[in-house]
């Protein structure tokens, strides 16, 4: 597709479930990132992968939190056993990455996760 | 201490009033700068870069002072349409470009 896309768009599981959320990037775009945003509240950065090096997991909340992307591409960011404090929609993002200058992020609709 | 820092608001104008937003960002590895718009309940998308000399696009201009690691966003003649979030943005030259977004400033123009 022409866009960053995400799925499911929807999520509502059970305290204590894990889940799995889903992003397809641009394609050729190197750079992806993971955001969090609860209601009403700012942007969240959970984790940041750049082509082949290490990603920068600085942002992950705790060690429920992980995220890996295949082959440069697809990326999963899964949570396990939720909290209802996982409660927040999942934003993914990306970049050419190529250099500093000029290089817009695009977001996905983003994944709404509610923990009941 | 956050790498980019905003006043959240909300601000409260009414159409047609000029508003300005500042932010501040900290690393001195900053080196690419952005404005985006969230509006409720949407994802964040580009409103315009920053340039160092300064940039203008219809009523919207920004502003970059590297020297204080300053940004702003002035909006002129503000419209129904423009109430949103507006988050500041930087882009590291180091950790592979990463990039920083503020947590927002909230607008609301009023008729």
């Known amino acids: 597709g022409a866009g960053v896309s995400q799925s499911p768009s929807n999520k509502v599981t059970e305290k204590g479930k894990d889940v799995e959320l889903r992003c397809d990037p641009i394609?050729?775009?190197?750079?992806l990132y993971w955001y969090r945003q609860s209601l009403g509240q700012g942007l969240e950065f959970l984790i940041y992968?750049?082509?082949?090096?290490?990603?920068?997991k600085s942002g992950l909340p705790s060690d429920r939190f992980s995220a890996e992307r295949t082959g440069g591409s697809v990326s999963t960011l899964t949570i396990q056993r939720t909290q209802q404090e996982d409660s927040a929609v999942y934003l993914c993002?990306?970049?050419?990455?190529?250099?500093?200058?000029?290089?817009?992020?695009?977001f996905g609709e983003g994944s709404w996760l509610t923990v009941v | 201490r956050k790498e980019v820092e905003q006043d959240p608001g909300p601000f409260n104008v009414p159409e047609g009033a000029t508003v300005a937003f500042n932010c501040t960002y900290s690393n001195s590895a900053s080196q690419s700068f952005f404005w985006y718009r969230q509006d409720c309940r949407k994802e964040p998308k580009l409103l315009m870069s920053v340039y160092s000399s300064g940039n203008e696009d219809g009523r919207f201009t920004a502003q970059l002072n590297r020297a204080s690691q300053y940004i702003s966003l002035l909006i002129r003649d503000s419209k129904l349409s423009d109430s949103a979030t507006y988050l500041c943005v930087v882009r590291l030259s180091t950790g592979g470009f990463k990039t920083i977004f503020g947590a927002g400033t909230r607008l609301f123009v009023k008729a």
């Open positions: 993002a990306s970049s050419s990455g190529q250099s500093a200058d000029g290089n817009t992020i695009y």
């Open positions: 394609s050729g775009h190197t750079a």
């Open positions: 992968f750049q082509g082949n090096s290490a990603p920068d």
